[in-house]
C-alpha cells in the first residue's frame, strides 16, 4: 500500500528568507580599485617629476623666493621623515612606509567608498614617492635620502609627497569622524539595521502571548462549565430521594 505525503502548500517553505533591509536597492557597491590607483599614480608622478626638475635647477644654487618671502623653493636632502622628522632613522621610516603601502594594498579589497579611495590614494602615493627616493637616492639603498624643496615661513622643508600624505590624513579624520566607512556604508546604519534585526526578532512573541492568554481563556470557560454543571445533577439527586413521582402527599 503506498502512503503519499502530503504536499507542502504552494509559497511556503521551511527555509528562512532573507529579508532585504529598508533602503537597500540590493545592488552591491561597486569597488573603487581604480580610483585609488589613479589617485595614488597622479600623486607619485607629480612628486617624482618635481624632483626631477628641482635637482636639476637648484641644486647647488641659491633659493628662489616667491610671493614676497611668502614661498620659497629651496632643494634640501631629508634623511628622516615628512618635514624632516627623525633624522637618523631613516631604515626604520623606509621599513614603516613599506608597511604603510602593504596595509593599504590589503585594505583595498574591501574598498567601496569614493571619498575613502582619494584617501587612500593620497596617502599611497606619498608613502611610495618618498619611498622611491629611500630606495633609489644616495648614500645607499634603504638609506636615501629624500629630495624637500618647498618652504613655508616658520615652517619644515617638504615635498608634494609629504603634502600628499597630510592630505590624506586629515580626509581620513574627517571621514571617520562623519561615521564613513572604507566599504561605503555608515556607522549609524550598521546600528539601524541592527536594531531592525532585533525588532524582526521579537515580532514572533506577540502571537505567541495572545495564544497563550488565548489558551488560558479556553481553559477558564471550560473549569466554569464543569463547576455549573456539578450542582445541578446534586440538586436533582436530592429531590429524587425526597420526594418520589407519583406518590400521593401525605395528609395533614
Known amino acids: 500500500m503506498n502512503r503519499t505525503t502530503p504536499s ?6 521551511d527555509e528562512p528568507v532573507e529579508e532585504t533591509p529598508a533602503g537597500a536597492t540590493g545592488t552591491p557597491r561597486p569597488r573603487r580599485i581604480g580610483t585609488l590607483v589613479a589617485v595614488a599614480l597622479t600623486a607619485l608622478a607629480a612628486d617624482v617629476i618635481s624632483k626631477i626638475i628641482v635637482v636639476a ?5 641659491e633659493p628662489i623666493r616667491l610671493l614676497g618671502g611668502l614661498l620659497t623653493l629651496r632643494e634640501t636632502r631629508n634623511s628622516g621623515a615628512a618635514f624632516s622628522i627623525g633624522t637618523g632613522y631613516t631604515v626604520v ?5 613599506c608597511g604603510v603601502v602593504v596595509a593599504i594594498l590589503r585594505t583595498a579589497r574591501n574598498l567601496r567608498s569614493l571619498p575613502w579611495a582619494i584617501c587612500l590614494g593620497l596617502l599611497l602615493g606619498g608613502a611610495l614617492g618618498n619611498l622611491a627616493d629611500r ?3 644616495a648614500p645607499a639603498p634603504l638609506r636615501g635620502h629624500v629630495v624637500d624643496w618647498i618652504e613655508l615661513p616658520n615652517w619644515p622643508v617638504f615635498n608634494l609627497a609629504d603634502s600628499a600624505i597630510v592630505c590624506g590624513g586629515v580626509l581620513a579624520v574627517l571621514l571617520a569622524a562623519r561615521g564613513l566607512q572604507i566599504d561605503g556604508t555608515h556607522v549609524s546604519d550598521d546600528k539601524g539595521d541592527k536594531g531592525d534585526k ?14 497563550k492568554t488565548e489558551k488560558a481563556g479556553q481553559d477558564g470557560r471550560a473549569e466554569g462549565a464543569e463547576s455549573g454543571s456539578e450542582p445541578a445533577a446534586g440538586t436533582g439527586s436530592v429531590a429524587g430521594s425526597t420526594e418520589e413521582p407519583g406518590s400521593a402527599p401525605e395528609k395533614p
Open 8 to 13: 507542502q502548500p504552494r509559497g511556503k517553505s
Open 93 to 97: 621610516f623606509t621599513v614603516i612606509a
Open 57 to 61: 635647477t637648484l641644486q647647488d644654487r
Open 198 to 211: 532585533d525588532g524582526r526578532s521579537g515580532e514572533p512573541d506577540e502571537p505567541v502571548e495572545a495564544e
Open 135 to 137: 630606495m633609489l637616492r
